[in-house]
Each structure stands twice: as structure tokens, then as C-alpha cells.
């Protein structure tokens, strides 16, 4: 389901793969790629030129599978165990907000906002309350955050302040913005 959820915006390189996956090895990895590669829920694939280089993406079907990956990430931040703070890779930052939106504190906004996580970019449009999200850059959003995914999820989800990433563009909506992904309400363990 990790690897899954890592291909859920689009085309990864084995190495960006292997980077956002922290604790899995490179052979095992390779196992799990070729396993759903086999299954249909993975192919390998070319970019095409300039760079020519062997990406994993998600088949149609593989991809039917993101909505229950994040269902589960949503249940699991239910746990009275979850940290906001622990690493996550750029692609769990913007499914958890794709999950988390509030439709309700989004009533009535319909903006665009841009990630930019290293060599990785992201633009948001929200709209109907919902989030869409697509990889690549954007010219013309209203809000641009820039950090590492950790410090984004943070600042978004972790109520750590907002300098901790650097934010160009309206403020006054940034910051409306990071308050549209309440975390889900923890469960209180039975004594």
C-alpha cells in the first residue's frame, strides 16, 4: 500500500521511491515493485526525451486503490499515538490534505496554492470544498509553500508556527488556508 500511495500523483524514479520510503531496503523495494508490477497495479515506463529515464507509476486499476489508502491514513491519525510531526514524504503531505479538507471551513474559497518540496511541486486548487491536486509549478497562486514535507505537515496539521517554511504570497490566506485540515478526533483508549 506504500508504494501504491507513493504513486498516487504520478511517475516516481526507483531512487525518489526508495528515498520517501525511509527503512526499506533497495531488494525489497524491488521485490515489492516487481510484485505489483505482476499483479497489474504497477508499470514501468520511460519519461520521454530529454530524460528517457525508467519511472513506476500506478496502472488504472492501482489507482483505485488511493481512496482506501487514504481512508486509512485519516483512521490512523485517529490514534492517540499519532504525531503530526514524524517524517512524511511530500506525496502522504498532500494526500492528507486531500483527505483532511474541511468542507465546511472551506465554504465559499475557491483558491490556488502551490508546494514546493525540493525538486517535487505540487498545485492545489480549492473549490467546492474539496482539494484537487496536480503535480507541477504554478505561475499563478495565490499562496506558495515552500519546505521540506515534514515542516509543511508541521506547520499544517502540527500547529507549529508558520515560519518554520517559507510562504510567498497573501498571508492573510495562507493562513486561512493551513486551518482548512482539522485532524480527525482521537480515540480515547476503553480503561
Partial sequence: MLV??????????????RRDLPGISANVLTQRLNELESRGLVRRTKLPPPASIQVYEATEWGLEAIPTIAALGRWAARSPLHDPTLAMSHVSVIMS???????????????????????????????????????????????????????VAAVIHGGAPLDL???????????RFITLFPLPPKIVPDD
Fill in 165 to 175: 517554511i517559507q510562504v510567498e504570497g497573501d498571508l492573510s490566506l495562507a493562513k
Fill in 4 to 17: 501504491l500511495r507513493e504513486l498516487a500523483y504520478g511517475p516516481r524514479r526507483f531512487s525518489g521511491l
Fill in 97 to 151: 490534505l486531500q483527505t483532511l479538507i474541511s468542507a465546511e471551513r472551506a465554504a465559499g474559497l475557491d483558491i490556488r496554492v502551490a508546494f514546493r518540496f525540493g525538486e517535487t511541486n505540487y498545485v492545489t486548487a480549492v473549490r467546492d470544498g474539496r482539494l484537487e491536486v496536480e503535480r507541477g509549478d504554478c505561475d499563478d497562486c495565490a499562496v506558495t509553500f515552500t519546505g521540506p514535507p515534514t515542516a
